[in-house]
């Protein structure tokens, strides 16, 4: 079992002791008069980086272990963490994929739900995240395997699969697979290393691919440019003396024609 992070316990403490503290110190109740925990500030943390950009090998070496690790349903184990890793999206958008979803004509993937809980805690299928659909591109060299996986299924089929057909439960395929997976390339003692990772390693490849801010917002899915800069700014080439070579380009030609 993986320890709880830092921000899960401040949100349990503020949730369930100060939710008792108000429930308390309500004006029906009284058995309180005040509620101690209302002006308490809890720390903050300390600024932390733990965002983790894999590379090509590293994503391959992962893929092949999972393959090794899930023996029973190894391609697809294989192919969610190289689909992850080549489309950014989010895991449990992936796993609320249809076959629908993807069109191989047009080489897109529509993104319109993910699997989220209810208040009782059973999963259930909602808006992505920024509450908005969008389009990603489907990567050429993931095709053949795709169809694979869709080949003899029907368009309303989720795309990824557990052994008997149901849907991938994204908790327990992580104890299940992608923990061991990471050990088993090698790469479990690296910090902050978690399946969100491979989202961060698409928006990598695809900066050093020369993809925009806008662009890469749309197809990662964010609220707004400013978001995706924030969270990948330092990602994008310093161009400071690109700009300043075309500008002194500029310049002369205008010189030049001047004095024509």
């Known amino acids: 079992m993986q320890p709880m992070k830092r921000r899960t316990i401040k949100g349990v403490v503020k949730d369930a002791f100060g939710g008792v503290m108000a429930y308390a110190s309500s004006p029906k109740r009284r058995w309180i008069l005040s509620n101690p925990a209302a002006d308490v500030e809890l720390p903050q943390d300390a600024e932390t980086d733990d965002r983790v950009f894999l590379s090509h090998q590293q994503v391959a070496d992962i893929a092949e272990a999972a393959a090794q690790v899930d ?24 796993l609320a994929l249809r076959i629908g ?3 191989f004509t047009r080489m897109r993937i529509s993104v319109t739900k993910t699997i989220t809980a209810d208040r009782q805690g059973r999963e259930i299928e909602g808006k992505p995240k920024s509450g908005r659909n969008r389009i990603v591109p489907i990567p050429g060299f993931l ?9 003899g299924r029907t368009d309303d089929d989720y795309l990824f699969t557990a052994l008997h057909g149901g849907m991938i439960h994204l908790n327990t395929w992580r104890t299940r697979v992608w923990y061991p997976a990471k050990e088993g390339a090698g790469y479990g003692d690296v910090k902050g290393l978690r399946i969100h990772s491979l989202r961060h390693t698409y928006a990598s490849f695809a900066i050093g691919a020369g993809c925009d801010v806008k662009t890469l917002q749309s197809i990662m899915g964010h609220a707004s440019a400013t978001e995706t800069l924030n969270t990948y700014a330092e990602l994008w080439p310093d161009r400071i003396d690109e700009v300043a070579a075309v500008m002194e380009a500029k310049y002369q030609q205008w010189e030049a024609q001047r004095r024509e």
Do not use: H, W
């Open 101 to 103: 979803d993807l069109d």
């Open 71 to 94: 023996v029973k349903n190894p391609m697809v184990s294989k192919l969610l963490i190289l689909f992850l890793a080549y489309t950014g999206l989010r895991a449990n958008e992936a």
């Open 143 to 151: 095709t053949a395997d795709l169809e694979q996986v869709c080949d």
